[in-house]
Structure formats: structure tokens, C-alpha cells
């Protein structure tokens, strides 16, 4: 225990000035001081001990801090999701869509804002639209409504234009991609975009060029989408905050949209894109989701490359989806998921989607002691669970492991100290917008002080959790949860596991509330199918803000 210690106290001795670093041995005097941080107590005689290790241990430090690290540089220890005797899905059956065939394009223009991918998608390859005609249509969404949304950071309109003229053009020689073949799309803006800046929503990074494609990019591209904008994002991945301005929800355009992803949340709901990539850490996905109205998946840990992503924390970051409509999530993730050569976190595992379910084959959970709480959603969640009862759904109540989930945040927090180190040690944080207690630069400088011990022992925990998990999910096919109440959304972007986020009523105040469904790991076809069959029972998604309808 006491040499673990050791390490610690070094790197505590770190938060001193750098120049001092240079200068200064430790003293016995600093190491009493750093025991009370770290809550521990040596003897006189093991301080006096400690001090030449220390000191040595210090120029090592200063001689690893000479190595120039990229934020894509990732630590040589990979996080491993999958419990003991976790048993993969090996068959890749069919992926079946629903029939689309009904769509035709509406007398009023505007209407096409809230078509599902899946309909527009119909209207292109029947020729009823061509992707040129509906990229300039966004375009010009995103342009009238940007002012008012503050949701975009880079209008890629070259780019997409050129994108969807090659996509009419193949449309025309009988090609076609498939269902994303000349869809409009928007990328929060921490993925990496030739030719177009990639700031990371931070005042530091505001002219950063990153002259490559970011394998989500490359992949949707590939298929046929159509890159419109880099959507805001509070700054390094936290809130909705960025160097611009505070990127508003269009319920209610004197608030803001939740974060991080800011933007693809606020640009989906007010139509003015069809989807949007996101990511998600510890909420950065279903937050803004919930406050938007918006329906999003955060896949299972090592579904989606991030290669050409800002790394915020290697063990927990996660990409996934932002859209209208739970299929269309299914028709997305079908085209980004899956490995890439690069990203050594990624596994091989099939996607199976097909749009129909029978609930009562199905072991569904819920957690029914954050239900019976009192909460801003209650009311909400109490009709969706009474909904889900009448679908024919017999709800099985479970509990979540009985672990320090809580505690366990200082996984993300270390991480996210070294993923922004040289921006700490440069004092270039400064530069952040927000400056407060409960932001970035407070905590990428209080994460100095998390004992490499610590973390590591967290890590353990979180190996605990994950087995204890695997026994949850044997009990149930997928579970229901409050989307904010309890461990639940932190516990479950520590162990990995795959959620879908959609609305599912109103608040007081006329912004929409939401309810979280999650599913076993690398299940994403059924935990989508399951909240289609929800979604299609009920019209909370059907509704749109009224001032952006035109």
C-alpha cells in the first residue's frame, strides 16, 4: 500500500510550478502536506525515506513530459468491457428495414424537415427528390436557423454540395449505396474533417486543422451520406458552452440544449438535419436527447471506431447516433458500426435489426426502486411503464450492482487530465470559456491529485461491476430506466453497455422528457427494435417545436 503511495505523492508534488520542478528537491515538509489530500499518515522516519525516490521519480516525469503526446495518441492499456464467459453474438442473419414505399413529397416544402431518413431515403431513390435539392434545402435551415440555435461551428457547404451532385450523378448511372445514399447529416464537431477546421468547441483549438477523415466520416460518406455542418459542442466535451456562444433548444430557445452534444441534438429537433453523429462519455448523448426531444443511441463500448475523434477518456468515450425516429438509429448504426484496423478497441460482432418484436417473449426489467422515487420525469415514466404493460410487456424489477459507482467518476477524470495534459501544464486552459468550480479547468488541475493507486483500484471496481452486471443481464433481455434518476447513467458507460434514449412526454414548462432503455451488450438491433415498438405506440416524436416549422 505504502509504495503504491509513493507515486502518488510524486505527482502531487507535480502541481507545483514547472519551473520550480527544476529547482527544488521534496521535502518532508511537501510530503505531510500531500498526505492530507490523499488521506493517509507516515511516520517522520518513512517521509525522511521517501524523499530520493521521490526526487528520481520527479525527472522521470520531467523526461516523459519531453515527448510531444497528440490527444490520438492512446495509452498502451485498453479497457476490456466483456464480463467472464461473456458469450458473443456470432450470426449475422438478414437486415430487414420497414416498407417506406407509402412516401410522397409534401405540399408543403417545409414538412420535409421532419421526414425520417427512411422516407427520405424513398423520395430519392424513386427520383422524387434529388440529393442536390435536399442538401441545399438544409443548408438552408441550418443557415436561417443558426442564428437563433447557435448549434453550428463550421458550415461544410462545398463539401456537401459536391457530395450530393456525385450522388445524383450515380442515382442517374443506377447506382445506389443504400438507404443513406444522398442523406444530409451533421458531425459534432471533436470528429476530424479534411479541409474544415475541427476546434473541439474550445477557444485553444478554435483554428485547429486536422487534415484527415475520421473513420465515422469516412464510413458514412461511403454510403452515401452527405456532410452539411460540424455541430457545436460544449467545450472538450462538457455541456453546452462553446467559444461561440450557448447552443439553444429549440423547445425553448432561453435555454440551452444540454451537452455535449450540443448541437446534434438542437440541429435534429429543429429539423434542420435528418441526423447527426454525438458522443458520449457520461450522459452526452441522452442529456441533450432528453432536453431536445430527440431519439439517440449510445452504442456498446467497442462498436463504433474513434479513430479521428478527440479522446476525452479512453476507457468510457463512445460515438454514437442522434435522430428523429428509433429506425432510423438501426439504419445508421448498420453503416458506422463495426472494426476498422485502426482503433484496436473495436470488436467483430454482427448487427441484426429486423422492425417487428414480441414483448411478451421478452424478460423485461426495470429499476423499480429509482421509479418509485419523486423525480422531474416521474409522471412521464409512470404513463411509459403503464404503455409498456399495455403493449404486453410483464416488467421484471431488478437492482443495479451495490457498488461506489459514484466514486468511480475519477476513472473519467484521470483520463481526461492526461488525454489534456500539456493544455494544464501550458496554462492554456485559461483560454476555456467556462472558468467555474464545476468545468474543465478545475478538474483537469484536481485530477493531479488522483493517486495513481487510486485508479487503478477503481478499475478493479469497475472489473467487480462489470462481472456483477453480466448476472443483472442474465436475468433480463434489456431493462428500463429513469433517464437522469440514480447510478444508472453512469454505471452504464462504465461497463459499456448499449442505450436508446427517446421522448416520451412533455414537462411542465412544454420541453420534452424522456425515458432510457438499456440492453445487453453488443444487442443494439433488439434494444432498437424494442423502443421502435414503443415509439411507434405513442407520438411523442411526431411532435416538432413550433418555430421551426417553416
Known amino acids: 500500500m505504502k509504495n503504491g503511495i509513493k507515486c502518488f505523492i510524486s505527482i502531487l508534488i507535480l502541481s507545483l510550478p514547472f519551473n520550480t520542478l527544476h529547482s527544488q528537491s521534496i521535502t518532508k515538509e511537501n510530503i505531510e502536506n500531500a498526505e492530507k489530500i490523499i488521506g493517509l499518515e507516515f ?46 453474438p456470432k450470426e449475422q442473419n438478414l437486415v430487414i428495414f420497414s416498407d417506406y414505399s407509402y412516401t410522397k413529397l409534401p405540399e408543403d416544402i417545409n414538412d420535409l424537415a421532419f421526414y425520417s431518413i427512411g422516407e427520405l431515403a424513398e423520395l430519392i431513390k424513386t427520383n422524387h427528390i434529388t440529393s442536390t435539392e435536399l442538401t441545399k434545402f438544409f443548408l438552408e435551415r441550418l443557415k436561417k436557423y443558426d442564428p437563433e440555435l447557435h448549434c453550428i461551428i463550421t458550415l461544410t457547404e462545398e463539401r456537401a454540395l459536391s457530395q450530393a451532385k456525385l450522388m445524383d450523378e450515380e442515382i442517374a448511372a443506377g447506382k445506389y449505396r443504400g438507404m443513406l445514399h444522398g442523406i444530409p447529416f451533421g458531425a459534432k464537431d471533436l470528429l476530424a474533417t479534411k479541409d474544415y477546421k ?37 467545450e472538450l466535451a462538457w455541456g453546452d458552452v462553446w467559444f461561440g456562444e450557448m447552443t439553444r433548444n429549440s423547445w425553448d430557445t432561453s435555454k440551452g440544449s444540454s451537452g455535449s452534444s450540443a448541437g446534434s441534438a438542437s440541429s435534429v429537433s429543429a429539423g434542420l438535419l435528418p441526423f447527426a453523429i454525438g458522443t458520449e462519455t457520461w450522459g452526452s448523448i441522452v442529456s441533450p436527447s432528453t432536453v431536445c426531444g430527440t431519439t439517440g443511441l449510445r452504442p456498446t463500448y467497442g462498436r463504433v471506431s474513434r479513430t479521428g475523434a478527440m479522446a476525452l477518456s479512453w476507457s468510457m468515450d463512445k460515438i454514437g447516433i442522434i435522430c428523429r425516429s428509433t429506425e432510423d438509429l438501426a439504419i445508421v448504426f448498420n453503416v458506422i458500426n ?20 414480441d414483448f411478451s417473449k421478452l424478460k423485461i426489467g426495470y429499476l423499480q426502486s429509482d421509479f418509485d422515487k419523486q423525480y422531474d420525469f416521474h409522471k412521464q415514466d409512470s404513463v411509459t411503464l403503464a404503455k409498456l404493460k399495455e403493449l404486453g410487456a410483464e416488467l421484471v424489477p431488478i437492482e443495479l450492482p451495490a457498488l461506489p459507482v459514484n466514486d468511480l467518476a475519477i476513472i473519467l477524470s484521470a483520463e481526461a487530465g492526461a488525454a489534456f495534459d500539456e493544455l494544464t501544464r501550458s496554462n492554456r486552459d485559461d483560454l476555456l470559456v467556462r472558468q467555474i468550480k464545476n468545468a474543465w479547468p478545475n478538474v483537469f488541475r484536481s485530477s493531479r491529485f488522483i493517486p495513481a493507486v487510486e485508479y487503478i483500484n477503481a478499475n478493479r471496481i469497475r472489473f467487480l461491476l462489470i462481472q456483477q452486471m453480466k448476472k443483472v443481464m442474465e436475468e433480463v433481455d434489456l431493462y428500463i430506466a429513469p433517464s437522469w434518476e440514480g447510478d444508472n447513467l453512469l454505471l452504464t458507460n462504465l461497463t459499456g453497455h448499449p442505450c436508446v434514449v427517446l421522448p416520451n412526454g412533455f414537462a411542465e414548462d412544454g420541453t420534452p422528457t424522456s425515458i432510457t432503455f438499456i440492453g445487453r451488450l453488443f444487442d443494439e438491433g433488439r434494444l432498437i427494435v424494442f423502443a421502435k415498438k414503443y415509439q411507434d405506440a405513442t407520438d411523442f416524436n411526431k411532435k416538432h417545436p413550433e418555430n421551426f416549422k417553416q
Open 43 to 88: 511516520t517522520d522516519a518513512e517521509r525522511d525515506s521517501m524523499q530520493t525516490s521521490l526526487d528520481e521519480q520527479l525527472v522521470n516525469y520531467q523526461n516523459i513530459r519531453k515527448i510531444d503526446l497528440a490527444n490520438s495518441v492512446p495509452p498502451a492499456i485498453l479497457f476490456n468491457p466483456i464480463p467472464v464467459g461473456f458469450e458473443f
Open 198 to 234: 475541427t476546434t473541439w468547441g474550445a477557444t485553444p483549438f478554435k483554428d485547429q486543422v486536422i487534415n484527415e477523415d475520421a473513420t465515422v466520416i469516412k464510413k458514412l460518406e461511403g454510403a452515401g451520406a452527405v456532410l452539411c455542418a460540424k455541430l457545436t459542442m460544449g
Open 338 to 357: 463495426g472494426q476498422d484496423g485502426i482503433d484496436q478497441t473495436l470488436y467483430d460482432v454482427p448487427f441484426n435489426y429486423q422492425p417487428e418484436i
